[in-house]
């Protein structure tokens, strides 16, 4: 199967806890070619590859909409004019920021008329002194403003995003953000734990002991109160962060994690095709000056691994999800994996004996509830 990821890395403001691959910047200073160098880009990688007929699309950021209606709809249309056609039934979605300046109904129509069919909301927190603190420049009641809006165009499936731990939650505030999310009436909801990530605000602001967060206790506690209120209201947890109503689990990010094959386009994407791993540089610069010369962009990660330890990589992502892992079926996928499945077992089997997985069918092993919270442990274990 193919899978497009499409990165755009323009925000308008970052906000304190971010480190991903964005940049603040005004809407006015994107070059107005940005929709067509990611197209170009992709005719570029097109030689190397077979017919490319996505089953899912993904436009995430940084800020999609920082394009604008017309920079959107120009790009998801190009890119059907140079080949990218769509399986029946694609899943297709644009990440959004709630904020009035980049959501709109309009925004929302013509992305619909293209074949978007999956909105990702950015709501983060639904109490507004948090929403401020960490810079956000949406308020609760736009978030919510704007999932009604998503619903009401007639989007297939809506999804939100939520942070524990943010600074100035606490535990009664995380409560009611959690009743309010699961009152809105969407499909999805991804609840992350907050991580402090080098070089960003909230990393100088830690250092300088002038923002405390929730100990490790206390995020645990706050995971669990998510995953207890999201039971109850008939979500269940797909992935380690992933919540959905049954048959709206994103397809996109399931592909990745069951090792499926993604193009990645636009500075700072990252692409899985074969052996070859491949990060585009996060300088959009740099990229847009390579792909303006009809060269492949600069690479800040490139690798090609062999076939033993690219099947190796692709199994241990499974063990995040609900379904678990096989070995031996694994094997099966990847004839390169038999080397590892009797380490595999063995590991697992070990994991089993301290309640970190559990076998829930015969060969198949899963996280416990333990072990989700321990995951990365039990990941290098599998690697060792």
């Not at 209606?69 to 004019?81: C, N, P």
């Not at 791993?277 to 740099?286: A, G």
Request: glycine share 8%; with cysteine; proline share 5%.
């Amino acid at each position: 199967m193919s899978h497009l990821y499409v990165h755009t890395p323009f925000c308008l403001s970052k906000c304190a806890y971010c480190a991903l691959r964005s940049s603040a910047i005004a809407q006015s200073a994107i070059p107005a070619d940005f929709p067509d160098l990611i197209v170009r880009e992709f005719t570029l990688r097109s030689a190397s590859l077979p017919p490319f007929r996505p089953s899912t699309i993904y436009f995430g950021g940084g800020t999609p909409a920082m394009l604008g209606v017309d920079g959107l709809e120009r790009l998801a249309r190009a890119l059907a004019a140079v080949g990218v056609v769509p399986v029946p039934n694609c899943e297709w979605t644009v990440e959004f920021n709630p904020s009035p300046s980049l959501f709109s109904p309009e925004l929302l129509e013509r992305l619909l008329a293209v074949g978007v069919n999956r909105a990702s909301i950015g709501v983060q927190s639904l109490d507004d002194s948090v929403l401020a603190r960490v810079g956000r420049i949406h308020n609760a009641a736009e978030a919510e403003k704007a999932v009604a809006v998503a619903k009401a165009a007639g989007f297939g499936s809506v999804g939100i995003d939520l942070i524990a731990g943010l600074p100035g939650d606490d535990d009664a505030k995380w409560r009611a953000t959690l009743d309010r999310a699961i009152a809105l009436g969407v499909q999805h909801i991804s609840v992350y734990a907050l991580t402090v990530e080098e070089g960003t605000p909230l990393a100088a602001a830690v250092a300088a002991n002038s923002v405390r967060l929730p100990g490790d206790d206390a995020m645990l506690a706050r995971l669990a109160a998510a995953e207890e209120a999201l039971a109850k209201a008939g979500f269940h947890r797909y992935e380690i962060s992933n919540y959905a109503l049954p048959g709206h689990e994103c397809r996109h990010n399931l592909a990745c994690w069951r090792g499926e094959d993604y193009l990645g386009l636009g500075p700072g994407a990252s692409s899985r095709t074969g052996l070859m791993r491949r990060t585009n540089s996060q300088d959009w610069r740099k990229w847009r000056e390579a792909v303006l010369a009809s060269r492949l962009p600069p690479a800040d990660d490139e690798d090609t691994l062999t076939s033993a330890d690219d099947a190796e990589e692709r199994f241990v992502f499974g063990l995040r999800m609900e379904e678990g892992v096989s070995p031996a079926g694994f094997a099966t996928r990847f004839p390169s994996a038999a080397q590892h499945v009797a380490r595999w077992e063995k590991a697992l089997a070990a994991l089993a004996a301290v309640g970190i997985v559990s076998e829930i069918s015969a060969g198949r092993w899963a996280l416990t509830g333990r072990g989700r919270e321990v995951a990365d442990s039990a990941i290098e274990r599998l690697l060792q």
